[in-house]
């Protein structure tokens, strides 16, 4: 089992920047995928960022690229997402999930999700 914690949301102006944080705890953080995902209200959930715990690799929706900077501490059990140039239709809980195997980009292959953070961009 994994616990996860989100933290870090809140309210912003349009073109801010907020760190959210997501706290590990149980199995061995750093044997697992990690992902943010984040979903907007009367929307589906959709994939945000993903860090890779095999070849420490990253990847982005493109709707983030060169704003979102996904990070993970593996000492710290602590996964990280600085968001910058916020825009109000990045407004949306997001959520940060947890698995072992498969493609890091696929939703589907994370087992543990925390519960979220309320981000909210006001223009």
């Known amino acids: 089992q994994v616990q996860l914690v989100e933290s870090g949301g809140g309210l912003v102006q349009a073109g801010g920047s907020l760190e959210l944080s997501c706290a590990a705890s149980g199995r061995t953080f750093s044997r697992y995928h990690m992902g943010w995902f984040r979903q907007a209200p009367g929307k589906e959930r959709e994939f945000v960022a993903a860090a890779s715990w095999i070849s420490s690799s990253t990847d982005y929706a493109d709707s983030v690229k060169g704003r979102f900077t996904i990070s993970r501490d593996n000492a710290k059990n602590t996964l990280y997402l600085q968001m910058n140039s916020l825009r109000p239709e990045d407004t949306a809980i997001y959520y940060c999930?947890?698995?072992?195997?498969?493609?890091?980009?696929?939703?589907?292959?994370?087992?543990?999700w925390g519960q979220g953070t309320q981000v909210t961009v006001s223009s």
């Open positions: 999930a947890a698995g072992a195997y498969g493609n890091y980009l696929n939703a589907a292959i994370y087992d543990y």
